[in-house]
């Protein structure tokens, strides 16, 4: 695999219709809009693809990923919405394991299984429960055993009801507010556990951007997943994850199934220290989304290797700087940026520097400026920040002067472009 960096120092135009293309024939790199600019552009070629190397699912939506970078290995219809049915529990676990850490919440606290909880998701609602009795008292831990491994709906509004209170205070005020936080932009929540509403909608990106979230920054509450089953009330349920008997290094995450969504499930395993995630939705048959999972990882785990495509603190472009002392600021990337690369070397990948622009001084070193993305055949692979290497101070009042009058014609020529 060869590695062939071409950096660019912006000129100072900014994105507009008519700019991006400009800048887009100039530099050969795209611009988006809003003034986002790319500050470099880097290739990695390697020999042509092989027939086989590609993977073509049965499922409607899917998604591929590797854990320690983030790379997308595969996608398809990745970001469309769709009811995420029991896979949506992995939100609530969520954020009782951010309460947890955060100190609001604690294991051993007790939440009382009301009689909504009882009717809607206990042993008369006819779906996956606990069997929490009526008005008992369950501590939070042995909710959560309830919820991940049992799949139980009763355990879900348990909690929610004695975090929030009420589900839909904590549907709308936990659940969606959390996954801002956590970037997850599309995903919307009606109840706690993903029973039928028209306001659960989530795509298995987002399902596969928050398994990895748990399992990178909650493991102790991630070993959750790998327990085999769980007793409670005097009844033994197995976990219903598949894959935990199917497949070598499974160990989480959780299946779903609505009539309106479909069979789906979020998995993961890890095989020779590189742990995949792979989320796929709108399957008709109970035994396909087993089928198509393990497919899918094993397809991961056969063909793909992690390779380092920037070392840490390496340079990897130029951001321009309004109103400083230099015209620019070098970027770096504090961790090395890794992606899932064919271990034929088949892939070609392009990867750029983004930021909002230009940025204004004084730059702090160590300031995030924006990110570096990588593509692969056209698709995201992986995404990381990018910082200022060093300190820029502010200029002089000149320099802030033609700065000024720059960017003013640059407007100009933006407004005048957009109306074209």
């Known amino acids: 695999m060869a590695l062939r960096l071409i950096s660019f120092r912006h000129t100072g135009v900014t994105a507009g219709v008519l700019a991006r293309g400009l800048v887009a024939a100039a530099l050969a790199v795209s611009l988006s809009w809003g003034g986002v600019i790319y500050a470099a552009n880097q290739s990695v070629q390697g020999a042509k693809k092989t027939e086989d190397a590609g993977f073509d699912g049965d499922a409607p939506t899917a998604i591929l990923i590797e854990a320690s970078s983030g790379s997308v290995l595969f996608e398809k219809n990745a970001d469309e919405l769709r009811a995420p049915s029991s896979m949506m529990k992995l939100m609530t676990a969520e954020v009782v394991f951010n309460a947890i850490k955060k100190g609001d919440v604690k294991l051993t606290d007790e939440y009382r299984i009301s ?9 008369p609602s006819g779906g996956s429960t606990m069997f929490a009795a009526i008005n008992s008292k369950v501590s939070v831990d042995d909710l959560l055993h309830g919820a991940i491994i049992q799949s139980g709906n009763d355990a879900c509004i348990a909690l929610a009801e004695g975090i929030a209170g009420g589900e839909k205070i904590f549907a709308s005020d936990f659940m969606t507010k959390r996954a801002r936080e956590l970037g997850m932009t599309k995903s919307t929540f009606a109840n706690s556990n993903g ?50 008997n199917s497949l070598e290094g499974a160990d989480g995450l ?27 939705n709108g399957l008709e048959d109970i035994e396909d989304r087993a089928t198509e999972a393990k497919k899918m990882l094993e397809w991961g785990f056969r063909n793909f290797e992690t390779r380092t495509l920037i070392a840490a603190d390496q340079p990897v472009g130029y951001a321009k700087v309004f109103g400083g002392e230099s015209r620019s600021v070098k970027l770096v990337a504090k961790e090395p940026v890794k992606v899932m690369v064919h271990k034929s070397g088949g892939d070609k990948l392009i990867a750029r520097v983004v930021y909002n622009g230009p940025v204004r001084a004084p730059v702090v070193a160590g300031q995030q400026v924006g990110v570096v993305r990588v593509w692969r ?44």
């Open 195 to 244: 029973l039928p509403d028209p306001g659960n909608k989530m795509t298995v990106r987002e399902l596969g951007l928050l398994a990895r979230h748990i399992i990178l920054d909650f493991p102790e509450f991630y070993k959750l997943f790998g327990e085999k089953e769980f007793t409670w009330n005097k009844i033994r349920q197995p976990n219903r994850n598949p894959l935990l």
């Open 254 to 280: 959780k299946t779903g199934y609505t009539k309106e969504g479909g069979y789906g499930m979020v998995g993961s395993a890890v095989q020779n220290g590189t742990r995949l995630i792979v989320v796929v």
């Open 115 to 123: 009689e909504n909880a009882w009717r809607k998701g206990g042993a």
């Open 377 to 420: 055949s056209g698709n995201i692979a992986v995404e990381t920040p990018v910082y200022a290497a060093e300190a820029i101070g502010t200029g002089s009042t000149m320099r802030r002067a033609i700065d000024g009058a720059s960017e003013l014609v640059i407007g100009m020529f933006r407004a005048g472009a957009e109306k074209l």
